[in-house]
């Protein structure tokens, strides 16, 4: 167990919806990562907050936002859902916002758009 | 653009060979390189990393080589067994990572 909880762990919704997936990072780390995984692009990242501000962004769509709140859980929203958003969204958390790149990674929430 | 290219794509292995994979990046910039295994259903769990500034990091049966003039780095799994079946990723980075598209390793009895 990596002390990463991701929630919910499998989630089917219609094309136009919208999602939030949601981390709680490990105890005592401040930066959290999401990434998307799907099978024809590996593990792409999509965007870092370090202690409640965005630090990085990746290949994420505009259609995709996320925030960091003060308690430091995260929140992915996937809005407008394509059949192509289909994939593993990976919540990461590691203690600082560089250096200190030992991230862990929770379990995954498995996105089926239909 | 691919800053992290690995190969082989997969990989069958015998009980007790030598498991190899193999990864180069791009950017300069990188100055940490972490290997990743994945189990079906679970999420990337760190199993060794390696800073720039050294060429080997040996951790139980799991070594990584790093080549920095040739941007070059790879995981060598000794006596390689059927729990070590799994998809192993090899990332970069400096601030957050980019990874390999990963290989998948069977090892068989």
């Known amino acids: 167990d990596s002390g990463v909880t991701q929630t919910p762990k499998h989630l089917i919704t219609a094309t136009g919806q919208r999602v939030t997936l949601r981390c709680s990072p490990r105890s005592g780390d401040l930066s959290v990562y999401w990434y998307q995984q799907s099978l024809d692009q590996g593990l792409q990242f999509l965007i870092q907050y370090y202690n409640g501000e965005e630090r990085a962004k990746g290949n994420i769509l505009e259609r995709f936002s996320a925030q960091q709140f003060p308690d430091l859980h995260s929140e992915l929203n996937l809005s407008s859902l394509e059949l192509g958003d289909s994939a593993l969204y990976f919540c990461?958390?590691?203690?600082?916002?560089?250096?200190?790149?030992?991230?862990?990674f929770g379990q995954g929430t498995r996105l089926t758009v239909v | 653009q691919q800053q992290v290219k690995q190969s082989p794509q997969s990989l069958i292995v015998q009980k007790g060979g030598i498991s190899i994979i193999n990864c180069a990046y791009e950017n300069t910039a990188f100055d940490y390189f972490p290997w990743y295994q994945q189990f079906p259903g679970k999420g990337p769990a760190l199993l060794i990393a390696?800073?720039?500034?050294?060429s080997e990091k040996k951790e139980g049966r799991f070594t990584i080589s790093f080549n920095k003039s040739a941007k070059q780095f790879s995981l060598h799994i000794m006596d390689s067994q059927p729990g070590d079946s799994a998809t192993y990723f090899c990332a970069g980075g400096s601030y957050q990572l980019t990874f390999g598209k990963g290989t998948k390793l069977s090892v068989i009895p």
């Open positions: 390696i800073r720039p500034d050294v």
């Open positions: 990461a958390s590691s203690v600082g916002p560089q250096g200190a790149l030992e991230a862990f």
